[in-house]
């Protein structure tokens, strides 16, 4: 069973409708529990990083989310998902001080810089230079964001999107994956990446 973690700000019924699509098992769930007994975890999200640490937090999922990661059994975390496992983001920091993240993928969340292009990005995208065993190089993606991780270490990044900046657009580290992209909204492409995670899951 894939749990689909509820904190209030994913796209949680699009994850859900393409695994039971592709004939996955999932389940959407807030409980700390579900999530910690599953054989594997999505973290979805759409909406701004600070809010979505707090409600991490407020329901208990961040200690969840981080012990589950660190168990060896797949996890995924899909756009802002992707951004959480950070070690923190510019996105809502004071001067001096980025929100902190949960730490998982060491580095930091940045904005894009100011290059002539529209902020947030939307609309599909190539992924160049794949390393990601979850995806194929060229595979078109739909994207919605504002913000990009920058990861410190470059073996974690399985792949890399330009949208005025070469940015790093899907990390796998060990049992983690993660996508800026949203795989549920992706077509044939998108399908296949979450049936290659859920063959993981279910090896």
């Not at 700390?32 to 937090?57: C, D, H, Q, W, Y």
């Not at 949203?182 to 993981?200: C, D, M, T």
Request: proline share 4%; with cysteine; aromatic share 8%.
């Amino acid at each position: 069973m894939i749990a689909i973690v509820d904190y209030g700000m994913g796209n949680l019924a699009s994850v859900k409708k393409a695994l039971d699509f592709i004939g996955e098992d999932s389940l959407i769930t807030d409980d700390a529990k579900m999530i910690s007994k599953a054989s594997g975890v999505i973290l979805p999200g759409v909406g701004a990083f600070a809010p979505a640490m707090e409600n991490l937090r407020s329901k208990g999922l961040d200690e969840a989310i981080k012990e589950f990661a660190s168990s060896g059994r797949p996890f995924l975390g899909i756009c802002l998902g992707m951004q959480l496992l950070m070690d923190g983001s510019e996105e809502g920091a004071s001067a001096d001080s980025p929100v902190k993240g949960l730490g998982i993928i060491p580095g930091m969340v940045k904005k894009f810089p100011d290059m002539g292009l529209k902020v947030p990005q939307i609309g599909w995208n190539s992924l160049v230079g794949v390393k990601g065993s979850l995806l194929t190089e060229g595979d078109y993606v739909y994207f919605v964001h504002s913000y990009y991780c920058d990861p410190a270490r470059e073996e974690d990044c399985a792949a890399m999107t330009d949208y005025g900046i070469r940015y790093c657009s899907s990390f796998e580290s060990g049992n983690v994956f993660a996508t800026q992209f949203h795989p549920e909204k992706s077509g044939e492409a998108g399908l296949q990446i979450l049936g290659k995670f859920a063959r993981r899951v279910r090896s």
